[in-house]
């Protein structure tokens, strides 16, 4: 006995003489076993299955098949594919006279009554699955087959109702009239319109529709490239045409008085703006009664890149409570070529990382700027990659628009009912080139011939079938309608040319309102917490007896025992303690902590331990989620979230759970600092600019352990100085007031107070920053990196410079920041150095000036004549190119800080241990003798 592998979908073969030829083989089709389909069919239908197996085989070749043969492309350039002749009733051994023979169809095919005759069965499964429909869900789970069967069974056997046509033709006229209209208009524009591909609009409408009236769904999150964009949010989303036809005339988004500041002065008021087709909306529209909050978010020209944020922003709206549905528009060669997609495919039904499943909508050009399909993929088909995960495809004929609503109402109902990844493929093509100034016909002259010459609109086409063929409009109607959309966009048009001020920045809003722009990000804020209450924190965060948690034998002896005895002695609080004081005591407050990264419930150097693994059941326990809420508050939530191995999806990811509540503390970890670069483009795209381009704040923290250690060039060294190189503060004028703001927080704190400070002035502050942490690793262990339990207390803070008592009359001053502190106090204790003072760096964005001007200027300092810049690495890296400008700022030209470090070098960091012990043997010797 075997299992059909390809023919007849979940079936056991049986060799029989005289049976079906399958594979080169005798075999007659029978069902799967009893215990397999239970659920799956009643009683008769499996009986009549297991009855007409050569019928049931013939069905399941249209279902696994069909799309092959299907019609999808408008301009008809797609080959093909189906091979073997097995869509033929012959293959499965029917003749001429059992096509002519009604059959019971029950359990077998959902398209036809029953009993009806075969070969009318037949021709009703050419028409659904091998007409504008492919069907593409072969490789799904038996059940979720057999369900979507059905489905596209019997809603492509199903007319579409006069009322539905006429909302179809409304929305593609809509859109059609608003590319008119832009194209004379503003003809030398890049809008990047929908022409080609209209149907797009009828099948968002239709999946805003289906999910709220018939689901409930409160909340959809969309992330969407620039094809279609401004259609979709004049259409749809009614977005003031007005507003933008005054950007494509080159206005901003910030209001009126905001772009009257001096443009040479850092005005983040005034923000640099976004370009036309990144412009973001959100609105509360209406679908028989119920409302629907639609969030469509900002996005990159870095395709894709948008898609794991859009997640992110649902399940954190999932997590507050909102039924919430994410919807993803994609390209065909960016769904196709962008890795980022298979990162955040991934994480679709991954326990801190699912929303439900995602609706993938495929604006399918067949072409990418210029290169052909046969140039940017090796599949088949655009929507491959997204087997990665099982999901079902539905290809659709483009120019088909009932087609493609048919879709998307059997994938809303799929996504709802299995709550997984679903595509739409609508195959159009682009009337344009990539963009409206480009000349498509240098790279793809016969498909813009057949575009130019042969191909009508799809408006054109649905208009002629429903006023002549169908007779649901008329001549009269229609011209009424295109009248009533042109003269909207007229007088739109005509208000735009006397508005000066923008729509206005819609921002800070709803969870947002208790936020605020920043004006000070210098300002000491107070983060000390109780005492008793930190005492209590630390001795729940590793209560196993609570619930009997049977930890590993060295959890007990030394990590659990060291945080019991640290606490009651008050004097050595390493590194994951105070930060599980610092996450328990906002906990204790209300707000919900989430740390997400590679191994962050362990920790790279299982030094965390906040999930504790049941030895003897396998079960993960974090024990923080224990505590109560402090006085009256309702007591937050912390998740740990081990990620795959992904940066670019998840960091994505985290920044759109950020940026829904600020309430929340939202933490993405590298294993290494090195491998922050991975997602780069989320770091430049959103993270550091986010804010200034589209007034979006985010509290996204980026822990990136770093540190010289001799682990060689990939464990190293985060590249911090990419990120200082982001940040927008001023390193000429260091008393403008600009200086106590930027866009971006980078630290390296060095001991673990600090930190606690630092992790809770994120929540503390009445406006988000990113911050980006410069993280430990030998200071995880370190004994010396300690501090005492009343560094916590109430009063105390973060504190942007640490200096060192003790020491007078120095002569040399020796800046640093981070791990290297304790290394230099070894060698100057260890030779008995008086003279010589370390002053540590902890902020190094924005830059304390105020602090180190203040400090500098005691009494202790004014015999220094050397002035010290120690670091770890490459003097190409690091902190150097930030800080030696700002020191000169800050100290004069005639005051020379001294650089001291490793030389310039293309790599990070020597991969051999000997290199590097001689490396950072000569520069710490060198810190205390140059001058």
Known sequence: ??????????????????????????????????????????????????????VYSLVNAYRQHGHLESRLDPLNLQQKGVSHNVLNPEFYGITTQQLDQEVNLEGIFYGQKSPSKLKDSIETLKQIYTSQLGADFSHLPLDEYLWFAKQVETHFTQPTSPQQKQRIHELLTKSEVFDHFMHTRYRTTKRYGLEGCESMMPCMDTIFRQAASKHGVEDIVIGMPHRGRLNFLYGILNYPAQDIFRKAKGGNETPDDANKLNPLEHAPEAGNGDVMSHIAHSVDLDYEGKSLHVSLIHNPSHLEAANPVAAGKTRAKIDGGSKALCITVHGDAAFTGQGVVMETLILS????????????????????????????????????????????????????????????????????????????????????????????????????????????????????????????????KVKALQGKFFNELDEQYKAAQTKTDGPGISWLKNKWSGMKEADDMIEVVETGVELNVLKDIAAVSVNVEQDKVVAHPRLSKGFIGSRKEAIQGGQKIDWPTSEALAFGSLMAEGHNVRLSGQDVGRGTFSHRHVKIIDQNTGKRNILLNQMKGLNSNKKGQLTIADSPLSEFGVMGYEYGYSIEDPSNLVIWEAQFGDFGNGAQIIIDQFLSSGETKWWRQTGLTLALPHGYDGAGPEHSSCRM???????????????????????????YPSTPANYFHLIRRQLKRSFRKPLVIVGPKTMLRDENVVSKLEDFAPGTSFKPILTEEGIHNASRIIFCTGKIYYELVKYREDRGIKDTIIVRIEELSPFPYGALEEELGGEKYRGVGSYVWCQEEPQNAGAWSWVKPRFEALLGTTTQVQFVGRPPAASSAVGFAAAHKAQQKALIEQAFSVY
């Open 1 to 54: 006995m075997r299992r059909c592998t390809g023919l007849v979908r979940g079936s056991v073969l049986k060799k029989r003489n005289g049976g079906m030829r399958c594979r080169g083989r005798k075999y007659v089709c029978y069902s799967t076993s009893a215990q397999e389909q239970q659920g799956l069919w009643t009683e008769s239908e499996r009986r009549n299955v297991n009855g007409q197996p050569n």
């Open 721 to 747: 100085e990419r990120f200082l190189q982001l940040c927008d503060g001023d390193s000429v004028h260091p008393n403008r007031s600009s200086n106590k703001l930027t866009n971006m927080q980078v630290v």
């Open 349 to 476: 039904q991954l326990e801190q990382y699912k929303i439900g499943g995602t609706i993938h909508v495929i604006v399918n050009n067949q072409v990418g700027f210029t290169a052909e399909a046969s140039q940017g993929r090796s599949s088949r088909y655009a929507s491959d990659i997204a087997k990665l995960i099982n999901a079902p495809t539905l290809h659709v004929h483009a120019d088909s628009p009932e087609a493609v609503v048919k879709a998307t109402e059997i994938a809303v109902e799929y996504q709802q009912r299995f709550k997984k990844d679903v595509v739409i493929d609508i195959i159009g093509y682009r009337r344009h080139g990539h963009n409206e100034l480009d000349e498509p016909s240098f790279t793809q002259p016969l498909m813009y011939q057949i575009i130019r010459d042969k191909t009508p609109t799809v408006v054109t086409q649905y208009t002629e079938q429903l006023v002549t063929k169908e007779q649901i409009l008329t001549e009269e």
